[in-house]
């Protein structure tokens, strides 16, 4: 059996792939090496990954958020040998590669991530040739669901967003005071996740000016400090994938053109290509 992860901040898709072809899938929270140790990801396996699956595992094809360098990719395929020790392949790749072979295949393309976080690549085809690093939820994360909620709440402390959608916001949240969020943003666990919880607001109020607005200058910063960096960018079409991507697909579409950019592909989850990028190898 090959089992095959796409793991987020917030959520990882697991497809299971039979010898003869069957799949099936399950869910478990979002892996991050960076924020999770061995003990922790072993633990989630064990329980809420390994009862879904029955038969043996034969190779583990896993890619995720914070897998960044040797380190942290070694943290997690020990934690995955911990719960399938006969499994004879175990690859460990970021979550970037799962966009890049989910969205382009073996063709040459840019793919990019707007999820929780967001991320881009120059895909050769084959590999990962080129790409404008990000830096993380603090430092960037721009077009990301933890960016959109991160602006929208300092709209909302500093008293920038406007009375009618204020009455919303705490209708829907409460009154939300400084020392919760810096609560939330410095001293708990996955605040990109904390933040990303306020960005369904937006999309729910996204016909009002001021939400349209944040959406569309957070996605106009995402091609301006990393796409438009691209060499030829203009000349390939930019795929993305991503619970962001997908569901202000409109507005983000309006602002690549407006940056004179082609949209290809746009997937809410790479899981299904994944699964059919590696039932064809």
């Not at 869910?27 to 390994?50: A, F, H, M, R, V």
């Not at 919880?197 to 996605?219: E, G, I």
């Not at 400090?225 to 390939?236: A, R, S």
Request: hydrophobic share 35%.
């Amino acid at each position: 059996m090959i089992l095959i992860a796409e793991s987020g901040s917030t959520k990882t898709d697991w497809r299971m792939i039979t010898e003869d072809g069957q799949v099936s899938q399950c869910k478990t929270i979002g892996l991050n090496p960076y924020y999770q140790n061995l003990d922790s990801i072993t633990e989630e396996l064990t329980k809420n990954l390994l009862p879904n699956v029955q038969g043996q595992v034969s190779e583990v094809f896993y890619y995720g958020t914070g897998v960044t360098n040797e380190e942290k990719s070694e943290v997690v395929r020990q934690a995955i040998l911990s719960v399938f020790p006969n499994a004879q392949k175990v690859e460990v790749h970021s979550d970037m590669l799962a966009a890049a072979h989910a969205l382009c295949g073996h063709e040459m393309g840019i793919a990019c991530i707007l999820g929780t976080g967001s991320n881009s690549c120059f895909y050769d085809g084959n590999k990962i040739a080129f790409q404008i690093p990000p830096l993380g939820f603090w430092l960037g994360d721009e077009g990301s669901g933890g960016y959109l909620g991160k602006q929208l709440i300092l709209s909302y402390l500093h008293k920038e967003m406007p009375d009618d959608l204020i009455i919303k916001f705490e209708k829907r949240f409460g009154i939300i005071d400084r020392l919760e969020i810096i609560e939330n943003g410095y001293q708990k666990p996955f605040p990109n996740r904390y933040f990303a919880s306020f960005s369904k607001f937006l999309f729910n109020n996204r016909q009002d000016p001021f939400a349209y607005h944040l959406v569309s200058d957070a996605f106009g910063l995402f091609f301006e400090k990393y796409l438009l960096k691209y060499p030829d960018v203009k000349n390939y079409k930019i795929h993305f994938t991503g619970s962001v991507a997908f569901y202000y697909s409109d507005i983000l579409r309006r602002v690549a053109t407006d940056k004179g950019c082609t949209v290809g592909v746009i997937m809410e989850s790479p899981i299904a290509g994944l699964t059919l990028f590696h039932k064809s190898e």
